[in-house]
């Protein structure tokens, strides 16, 4: 799936009608091709996400607040900090039958544009000022492409015009006829002849067209009928014509397949969307999302299974301690041994061999020929009772590599769903608490933290979602009063979700929602079914020793919901 002209067309109207106006809180960098702009604009703030990447180039309003990822910043990033930040977003617009969107600024030293082309292989984010490339994502230089070069202090030069297309607006049942029965054209299938020879249209608009034309997705031209393809194609862009537009998705949270701003008949479960921007990010984020910062979450895991490995050693030494009394016994032993024969023992002998019972096997007992057999007898009670005195202490030592153990699962699985860099150093600075960090101590005290999502339903309930430990910590233990409703994924580490009620029942739609959330942000989100836990939060308790936001609770009762993202999640 790409951005075609009319999906763009459709998210120009709807930044048109919330965006113009807005001052540019802040500006970041977001991941090595994509950047980031705070606005502020009708009383909300929004948060603009701009991607040049080459394979799935984008741009739409984040649900939540963007994260900055490089730790340096781009020159484009720092550019446009220095022309856009504090300034007002004045306009967006889009070229005609381009895919290419135009933000005008007034910013600090004057006006600028941004100019963003989300084509495939071709993306690009460019700042302008009166026509000049200021800088830009991707640096195309001729030898790279001898139509267009991309250059900082070099013109900016527009895509070139798409010749020998027609305008699928104005096209004629006569000039589609001519179309199809052209002998270049006849061995050619119906939609790509489409999405060749008309404006705009896709390789899924032109499938769509076929199919209301009743005719068998992989026709060929010369087979296709002038008025029925014709009545096919009017009846899709007639709406797109007066700017109808009709958003929705193709799939569900398993498996998106397609976003349009027209109703799909191809695509038997499609639905309508509430906007095109909650389309295009639902898609996004689950094509990308977390994935996205695998590289910079690879040393963490490392860690993760380095610490696992060695608190689960661990905990297998304590554990058979607690069971293997025959070192213990045979220090013992070796003492009443030494006491009983030490007036047989000669000078400088280095080892006694005695039973201590008249058929059990021999003890082989090593002696410091330095010292008397009174001082070695002394030695080997010594260690008997500081080896008691340590087992007095092993279940507790054990409890705590437990409860270790615990935290490391929940932090994997804060891992697993972090979708930005403080996500990420929020469980590194949390394997670094544990004393379990080995790598370079790199996570600034003074970082950007990540806050918990908060949402809030139709009838007034807000929910908070804990989506790491940290997260969780707080959402349960500092937001929540004792009444609140408190969910988890059952036998699995994910996230604290909390309902607050002030007071009133909470009908059941609304426990159903915030279930799907915890299923959600859990490892078992790609499941049909999955058992969520619902308890008052009076009922949670902290787990002594273990790390933040590793609970017990009871009391409770068990929902079973389908995962359902925050985006995807209606009532809010």
Known sequence: MYLDFFTLAALVDEFQSILPGGRIQDVLDVDATGLGLEIYAQRRRHWLYLSADSRQPHLYLAPDRLRRGPDQPSPTGLLLRRYVEGGRLERISQPAWERVVLLDFSGPEGDVQLVVEPMERRSNILLLRDGVILDCVRRVHPGDNRVRSSLPAHPYHPPPPQRGKLDPLQIAQDDLGGLLADSANQGRSTRRLLSARLLGVSPLLAREVVFRSSAPA????????????????????????????????????????????????????????????????????????????????????????????????????????????????????????????????????????????????????????????????????????????????VPKLLRGTKAQLQSLEQLACDLELAGSRPDIEDVQAALQAMGLWRGKRNVRETRQRSSALRLQTQDGFVIRVGRNSRQNEQVTFERAAGADLWLHARGVPGAHVLVRNDGRPVPELVLEQAAGLAAWFSPQRHERSVAVDVTARRHVRRIQGAGPGVVSYRNERTLRVRPRPPEASSGY
């Open 218 to 393: 992989d026709q060929l031209a010369g087979d296709a009928r002038p008025e029925d393809l014709w009545s096919a194609l009017r009846s899709v862009l007639e709406p797109l014509a007066g700017r109808n537009w009709q958003p929705g998705l193709a799939g569900d949270s398993e498996g998106l397949r397609a976003f349009s701003v027209y109703r799909l008949h191809c695509e038997p479960d499609w639905r309508p969307v509430e906007s095109i921007n909650v389309a295009l990010s639902t898609w996004y984020l689950a094509h990308s999302g977390p994935d996205s910062y695998r590289a910079a979450k690879q040393p963490v895991a490392e860690a993760l299974g380095e610490a696992r490995l060695r608190l689960k050693a661990r905990a297998n030494s304590l554990q058979r301690s607690l069971t293997d009394d025959g070192e213990r016994e045979r220090l013992r032993q070796s003492g009443e041994l030494l006491l009983a024969w030490q007036y047989a023992l000669s000078p400088g002998q280095d080892e006694l061999r005695a039973q201590y019972e008249t058929d059990g096997p021999e003890l082989v007992i090593p002696l410091d020929s330095t010292r008397t057999p009174l001082e070695n007898a002394q030695r080997y009670f010594a260690r008997y009772e500081k080896a008691k005195r340590a087992l007095k202490d």
